[in-house]
């Protein structure tokens, strides 16, 4: 039955050929260190998850925003959990982030052909860092509050431009509610459209040119 | 996820090329299991457990404010019975009460039309229409309640006249205490 269903939907649509390219593709003989971006990749696809489902009931108002958020941990059926594995997987998704970075230079994948991989890498890098400072601020607790107190504060620190980089993260002159409002429109709309759009970028490119085998020893 | 469950079936058709006996590893042909097919059944198994494991949480999560339970079991105190006036026509009377949603208490305004024609004995409609919650109101030419969506007509006690509502307008239940008049919307 679902074997004639498939057969159907690959008439029509070739998903066979993809589903071969992409999950059965030949890859050279790696190790565990190799499974370290598709561990990244999950903790996105976790972030995804919980991170919408926090949206159903986090209100992002100065007045709310704390009250939402301990509604959904302390009142709401498994708000706890969702919320947990929100906050932790964060967390994860960097240091899986760093670890498949460092992967990736040690055993040298980041050459020729692979050079653009590793530039949209770094892009994702950059933008999970974006996703954890705005973030930190959406709880709207005292920590949260120095946190992007200090981070705006750091982001003041250029010369001539820095004033209004300041100016521009909080959208203001200090902290407000403007400031709530584009973090949280950041943390959900903007910078999730970018990772997206930059992780098909990064595994088109990995499964095109194929991964790299660990280098041998007098390579 | 779903991605997941999938391979079995791709598997059937990828197992005859062998493409796996290169590895020669664990060819266990006699149970009709290959380490292939082994490996690609645990991973459907355990995508399916993290995905219940997000899952089921996910759906009680989701459907939980919508589960909570409300308080519409109390007594709302509309006026003192004194001032409604027998056998007029119906009078919209309004009561603020606070509401708990989630971790608001949000003050709102109900309304209800109140009539009595003994000044003892007490009605309390409903101002929602039955057919699709809009507000009726109380005209004096039709000697009826009319609803503005749909052209419905409501008779003084709440039978419908006219229109597509399906039942009558809601009666509430009514208690005098002390000389004032209180409903219970539940």
Not at chain 1, 172 to 183: A, C, K, N, V, W
Not at chain 1, 191 to 198: E, R
Not at chain 2, 14 to 34: I, K, N, W, Y
């Amino acid at each position: 039955m679902s074997t004639r269903m498939g057969e159907w939907l690959d008439q029509r649509t070739g998903w066979k050929g993809n589903w071969t390219a992409v999950f059965l593709r030949k890859i050279p003989k790696v190790n565990w260190a190799y499974t370290l971006g598709s561990a990244t990749l999950f903790a996105m696809v976790i972030q995804f998850v919980t991170g919408i489902l926090l949206t159903i009931y986090y209100v992002p108002d100065p007045a709310q925003a704390y009250a939402s958020v301990s509604y959904i941990t302390n009142d709401l059926p498994f708000g706890w959990l969702i919320r947990g594995l929100h906050h932790w997987g964060a967390s994860a998704m960097v240091l899986l982030a760093i670890l498949h970075m460092i992967r990736v230079i040690m055993y040298g994948a980041y050459k020729y052909p692979r050079e653009v991989t590793w530039i949209t890498g770094v892009g994702l890098l950059l933008i999970t860092f974006a996703f954890g400072f705005t973030g930190y601020l959406l709880p709207w607790d005292q920590r949260a509050y120095w946190a992007t107190v200090v981070g705006t504060r750091i982001g003041e620190v250029p010369p001539l431009i820095g004033g209004f980089i300041g100016d521009l993260m909080l959208g203001g002159e200090e902290i407000s509610g403007l400031t709530l409002s584009r973090f949280f429109g950041a943390h959900v709309w903007v910078l999730p459209s970018l990772l997206i759009l930059l992780v098909a970028i990064h595994m088109y490119l990995v499964i095109r040119n194929g991964i790299s085998a660990p280098p041998k020893r007098d390579e | 996820m779903d991605e997941d469950r999938e391979p079995p079936e791709t598997d059937e058709d990828a197992q005859p090329e062998g493409a796996e006996a290169e590895d020669g590893e664990a060819e266990d042909s006699e149970a009709g299991t290959t380490r292939r097919t082994f490996l690609i059944r645990s991973i459907a198994a355990i995508g399916g457990g993290i995905a219940a494991t997000v899952g089921i949480p996910a759906a009680l999560f989701v459907t939980g404010s919508a589960r909570a339970q409300g308080d519409e079991d109390t007594w709302i105190r509309l006026a003192s019975t004194s001032s409604i006036e027998p056998n007029a026509a119906p009078v919209l009377m309004k009561a603020t009460v606070s509401r708990r949603s989630g971790y608001l208490i949000e003050e709102q305004e109900v309304s209800v039309f109140v009539t009595t024609t003994d000044g003892v004995v007490f009605t309390v409609l409903s101002n929602i229409c039955s057919h699709l919650g809009c507000r009726v109101r109380w005209v004096d030419d039709q000697d009826g309640f009319f609803c503005p969506c749909h052209n419905a007509i409501f008779g003084p006690g709440g039978e419908v006249v006219e229109g597509p509502p399906p039942r009558a307008l809601d009666q509430f239940e009514v208690m005098v205490e002390d000389g004032q008049l209180f409903f219970k919307e539940a």
